[in-house]
């Protein structure tokens, strides 16, 4: 009996020890398929995947130019204020809109143009007509849509915007663009809706959008909107014609978008803004961009905290083989 209970005994634990070893590979085969090793390209360490242009919102007031994966231009103004707009021009000069003031500086880092934004105002938002002029939306009390001369420091064009909160200056608008058609998509972020203005400041279109930041309209007529929870694609009619939730993918969750793009290619890259204001810690490496497939695949995502290409918080990217917004723009007959 001794020995039929110890044969009985030892092929139980058989038993036991193969079920034990096929569940832990079973386990680890689960845990592995849930937790694939990201690439360079996911990780955020692949800054070659296209040449861009950066800047972002921070303390600092930081541009950058990147190729071939590395930080070939910077660029720091001095002075108060946060870039929360930035255009690179034919000629390689970059316009930028940052709080107080419009500012364009060449690739030798001079300053060649400037304008200063009244007391009590706020420009966060800038773009060129031709080789002179820029068109920017003023926050202020009322709120104002100028087109400069940037030869004479004239203003050639101003109209009275209505905003959401006139008293509360730094919330009313951030990002505005040209349309194709020349009319002007303007951001209210203190409203929560994207607004199309003629050059007689008449309104034609007005998109809900709560939690909004920036909007333009892209190749195919529609308009790319980032706002708090999603980025959305929506036709003139209003229509929701491709949206991605922002904080869908745990391992690429954005909760401060900025700005949009769409690529050629189709694909879109959303800027993550990060807030240096109320937290500096930046050892976890926090989100500054993805690239989505129109199938909602993260194909590209950009985590650069550390030197030699520490690019900072993130509001614009521009691919440099792709520039979005040129000197070709028109507002009505100004050109």
Known sequence: ????????SFKSQVRIGLFLSVFSVGVGQQIHAQTPALSAALKGEDLSRFDFFYAGESKLENMYIVRKGKIVWSYTHPGKGEISDAVMLSNGNVLFAHQFAITEVNQK????????????????????????LVIFVQNSNPAKIYVINKK?????KELTIEAGNPSSTHGQFR???????????????DKGKVCEYDSNGKLLLTIDAPGLWGAEEIANGNILIAARNKVSEVNRKSEVVWEYPLMSNPDFA??????AIRLKNGNTIVNNWFNQWSNEDVSKKPLQAI?????????????????????????????????RTTEKAFFGDIH
């Open 1 to 8: 009996m001794k020995m039929k209970n110890l044969v009985t």
């Open 109 to 132: 880092k001079e300053v060649v143009w400037n304008y200063d934004a009244p007391a009590n105002t706020e420009i966060h938002t800038a773009q060129p007509i031709g080789k002179d």
């Open 152 to 156: 004479t420091n004239k203003m050639v």
């Open 175 to 189: 990002h505005a663009r040209l349309t194709k058609a020349g009319t002007y998509l303007v951001s209210h972020m």
């Open 254 to 259: 954005i909760n401060s978008p900025q700005i």
């Open 291 to 323: 690239e989505l497939t129109p199938d909602k695949k993260v194909v590209w995502a950009l985590r650069s905290w550390v030197n030699p290409a520490n690019l900072g918080p993130s509001t614009i990217i521009t691919p440099l083989n792709e520039p």
